[in-house]
């Protein structure tokens, strides 16, 4: 059974940071791109950053870029997304997916499996 799960979501303060990790479990993680999205109440589900198998190739939105680092550590089935500089803005339900096919999906369609999301609300 294939099981992603997120952590490190909470309140913070504009300004601060947050690292947000994704354990995976009953898959080879080493197989699947890996990618962070978010969802604001009443929005689309909106790609936030995203990284290949081997590391090789990192992507991240424009909205987040200079300010998120998505990392992945495939001995361990784990990846973290570091959220520094963090705006009101950001706030979100943040959720990681696993993508078997597309190497490096933007699109949330593009992923097979998902966790159940982590709440991060960042207050002006």
């Known amino acids: 059974q294939v099981r992603l799960e997120e952590s490190g979501g909470g309140l913070v303060q504009a300004g601060g940071s947050l690292r947000l990790s994704c354990a995976a479990s009953?898959?080879?993680?080493?197989?699947?791109?890996i990618g962070w999205f978010r969802q604001a109440p009443g929005k689309e589900r909106e790609f936030v950053a995203g990284i290949s198998r081997n590391s090789g190739s990192i992507y991240n939105a424009d909205s987040v870029k200079g300010r998120f680092t998505l990392s992945r550590d495939n001995a361990k089935s784990m990846a973290h997304l570091q959220m520094n500089s963090l705006k009101p803005d950001d706030t979100a339900v943040y959720y990681c997916?696993?993508?078997?096919?597309?190497?490096?999906?933007?699109?949330?369609?593009?992923?097979?499996?998902w966790g159940q999301g982590t709440q991060v609300t960042v207050s002006s």
């Open positions: 997916g696993a993508d078997r096919v597309h190497g490096l999906g933007l699109r949330a369609v593009d992923y097979d499996y």
């Open positions: 009953g898959l080879t993680f080493s197989t699947y791109a």
